[in-house]
């Protein structure tokens, strides 16, 4: 079921958003060469304690019963998505590093009419976000591919209004992705988000059928997020040998950006933007 959000929600979505980009904005600030992984974590778990919200990676229990243990994911060069922080791992010149980073947020002190998320133990809403981080100088295919899933997302955002449908994204993203010379995985997909950090709706990167119990319609008050994943090569995807990290099939180099946005009765509010 598609969760739709009060007023009230998503304002604080909203103060959580900006916190959650400043969280993203230090910690990919931080990659550059010979920094370790290690360190852009220290750095998120600080600035999300301190500003009063908690990890929403962290502790989360995988379908084969691990628990993941780091506030970032960090995927670097073939790898997609969910590669944990920790162990560290040393950034190197001419790698891409994705980020991926979520929070809850207020999990502390609260204001009066501060509403509370029933859908969690801690009251907070969510918020995600991701960016590639290109270490110093790449060839211009990698800087291509780092670029055109940057832009892919952008795209997919103007895509982002009520009466559009979720294909409308996926169209926006694929055909541009694919005009590129690029691929799209496949086999993962966005989401909706705030009440918790993966909700229903699924949020194809790619084209489904019109007619699709997939393919919904588009209403205030929905909240999704939007991440293309894009690869150099084909489009599949393989389990890395931690049992977390997710790669490409066929060693390729793969980029992921992702915002949370919230649909108004107008058109949409990026709420993970500065």
Avoid at 11 to 32: T, Y
Avoid at 65 to 93: M, Q, S, W
Avoid at 114 to 129: A, C, E, I, R
Wanted: aromatic fraction near 6%; charge should be negative; hydrophobic fraction near 40%.
């Amino acid at each position: 079921m598609v969760r739709i959000k009060t007023e009230e929600e998503i304002k604080i979505l909203r103060e959580g958003g900006k916190i959650l980009a400043r969280v993203l904005r230090a910690a990919a600030g931080e990659a550059k060469e010979g920094a370790t992984t290690a360190e852009l974590e220290d750095t998120a778990c600080r600035m999300i304690k301190a500003a009063g919200g908690r990890p929403a990676f962290k502790g989360v229990e995988m379908p084969d019963g691990k628990i993941f243990p780091t506030t970032l994911c960090i995927a670097i060069n073939d790898e997609v998505v969910h590669g944990p922080a920790l162990p560290a791992r040393e950034i190197k010149y001419g790698d891409i590093v994705g980020i991926d980073i979520g929070m809850e947020y207020p999990i502390k002190k609260r204001g009066r009419g501060v509403p509370v998320n029933k859908f969690s133990k801690l009251g907070g809403y969510y918020t995600d976000m991701a960016k590639t981080v290109i270490i110093g100088e790449v060839d211009a295919q990698t800087e291509k591919l780092v670029n055109t899933t940057k832009k892919s997302l952008e795209l997919a955002i103007k895509q982002v209004l009520p009466g559009n449908t979720l294909n409308d994204i996926g169209r926006a993203v694929q055909e541009f992705v694919e005009a590129q010379g690029f691929s799209i995985v496949r086999e993962l997909v966005g989401h909706g988000v705030g009440h918790e950090y993966h909700e229903e709706p699924q949020v194809p990167n790619f084209i489904v059928t019109d007619g699709s119990i997939k393919n919904i319609t588009l209403k205030p008050g929905m909240v999704i997020a939007i991440e293309p994943m894009v690869n150099m090569g084909g489009w599949k995807i393989k389990n890395g040998e931690d049992g977390f990290t997710i790669k490409t099939a066929d060693e390729s180099l793969s980029a992921h950006f992702e915002h949370t946005i919230a649909i108004t009765g107008s058109g949409n509010e990026v709420i993970t933007r500065l």
